[in-house]
C-alpha cells in the first residue's frame, strides 16, 4: 500500500537532494578552480566561477523551496 504525502522541508531527503548534493557539487567545481590556478593551467578562474554561481543557486533555490513549501501547509 502506497501512502502519498508532501515532501516537508524539514525532511532529511529534501535538505539531502536540494542542499547537500547540489552543494558538495559546487565546491568541486570551485576545489578544481583553485587547483588549476595553483598549477598555471587555463580555466580556473571559469570554474571557481561556475562553482560560486552554482552554489549560489543552490542557496536561491532552498530559500525559495522552503518559504513556498512552509506558505503552502
Known amino acids: 500500500m502506497r501512502v502519498d504525502r508532501k515532501m516537508s522541508s524539514n525532511d532529511p531527503q529534501?535538505?539531502?537532494?536540494?542542499?547537500?548534493?547540489?552543494?558538495?557539487?559546487?565546491?568541486?567545481?570551485?576545489?578544481?578552480?583553485?587547483?588549476?590556478?595553483?598549477?598555471?593551467?587555463?580555466?580556473?578562474?571559469?570554474?571557481?566561477?561556475?562553482?560560486?554561481?552554482?552554489?549560489g543557486v543552490v542557496v536561491f533555490a532552498y530559500i525559495f523551496f522552503t518559504t513556498y513549501l512552509t506558505s503552502q501547509v
Open 14 to 55: 529534501f535538505l539531502y537532494m536540494i542542499l547537500v548534493l547540489p552543494s558538495l557539487f559546487g565546491l568541486t567545481l570551485v576545489g578544481d578552480g583553485l587547483n588549476k590556478l595553483m598549477h598555471e593551467e587555463s580555466g580556473g578562474i571559469i570554474s571557481i566561477m561556475f562553482g560560486l554561481i552554482f552554489i
